[in-house]
T-cell receptor, first 117, second 113 residues
């Protein structure tokens, strides 16, 4: 398996522009997670999906952020409009969805480094 | 509330020396515990995990961790560190009833030649 795939790996944009990050989870995994990593705040969970349905979006910082999962093999995280404080590394992760919640292993993609000028 | 604390932000060790990274958790029930490693420019990779049973868990790359309920700790150890172990290490707890993790803030390991 190719693992979790994210694109682009690097994105540089100007304040006010729309940014779309993409993720392809591991085939057969039922859960998909979006994280943001910064020096100041560490690794933060933004949102996660189960079978393409958003389960918990309490970590989404504000309305400028939105995430979708139109099918089992694709998810997007969109920021519109982007701001310099959104600069971070954004990770996508997927997990199989084992019978006992909490015991799942999450498999992480390589991340997208976003810089907003 | 559930939480994970990694008290050491940075640790420096010499190559060949032993290593222990600390992790303390706060959780009411039996925790599901994980250690992940993040090499520079990479995503997080699972090193090992503990759910139940033997409290000493073996992982990849020669790492092990010991669950101590009395101390609410799950410290990561390696007897002899290699230069390639330089990375950031994250402890996480899986929350019962959900598929979310709570991650610690990470410990950045530097290895001296």
């Amino acid at each position: 398996d190719a693992g979790v795939i994210q694109s682009p790996r690097h994105e540089v944009t100007e304040m006010g522009q729309e940014v779309t990050l993409r993720c392809k989870p591991i085939s057969g995994h039922d859960y998909l997670f979006w994280y943001r990593q910064t020096m100041m705040r560490g690794l933060e969970l933004l949102i996660y999906f189960n079978n393409n349905v958003p389960i918990d979006d309490s970590g989404m910082p504000e309305d400028r952020f939105s995430a979708k999962m139109p099918n089992a093999s694709f998810s997007t995280l969109k920021i519109q409009p982007s701001e310099p404080r959104d600069s971070a590394v954004y990770f996508c992760a997927s997990s199989p969805g084992l019978a006992v919640p909490g015991t799942d292993t999450q498999y992480f993609g390589p991340g997208t480094r976003l810089t907003v000028l | 509330a559930q939480s994970v604390t990694q008290p050491d932000i940075h640790i420096t060790v010499s190559e060949g020396a032993s290593l222990e990274l600390r992790c303390n958790y706060s959780y009411g029930a039996t925790p599901y515990l994980f250690w992940y490693v993040q090499s520079p420019g990479q995503g997080l990779q699972l090193l090992l995990k503990y759910f139940s049973g033997d409290t000493l868990v073996q992982g990849i790359k020669g790492f092990e961790a010991e669950f101590k309920r009395s101390q609410s700790s799950f410290n990561l150890r390696k007897p002899s560190v290699h230069w390639s172990d330089a990375a950031e290490y994250f402890c996480a707890v899986g929350t019962s009833g959900t598929y979310k993790y709570i991650f610690g803030t990470g410990t950045r390991l530097k290895v001296l030649a």
